[in-house]
Nanobody, 128 residues
């Protein structure tokens, strides 16, 4: 079955860094665009970063641009989110998501409704 398993979350002080990983199985990873979303308590889920099938195109929410970097390794079926200069407002559950993208290798997606598969989420807590 399709599985997306996140790892790398935890507790970090403001200004610190974390790298999240999302290992995918049960799908042809290279045919899926990937994304990261997050949800804080009492708030709506929001787009964080997206990456195209090939990895050539990436996009970020304004709130994380310049601090976070999404990347993927199609030989390892894994997508990453490098988070630097973390702020307390980055505290949230972070979710990895996969969207089938059979017709383009250069598109990323920002809408959660476009994604068909989701991981279980990993908690990121940033203390001040």
């Amino acid at each position: 079955q399709v599985q997306l398993v996140e790892s790398g979350g935890g507790l970090v002080q403001a200004g610190g860094s974390l790298r999240l990983s999302c290992a995918a199985s049960g799908l042809t990873f290279s045919t899926y665009a990937m994304g990261w979303f997050r949800q804080a308590p009492g708030k709506e889920r929001e787009f964080v970063a997206g990456i195209s099938r090939s990895g050539r195109s990436t996009g970020y929410a304004d709130s994380v641009k310049g601090r976070f970097t999404i990347s993927r390794d199609n030989t390892k079926n894994t997508v990453y989110l490098q988070m630097n200069s973390l702020k307390p407002e980055d505290t949230a559950v972070y979710y990895c998501a996969a969207k089938a993208a059979y017709y383009t290798t250069s598109t990323y997606y920002t809408r959660g409704q476009d994604y068909g598969y989701w991981g279980q989420g990993t908690q990121v807590t940033v203390s001040s």
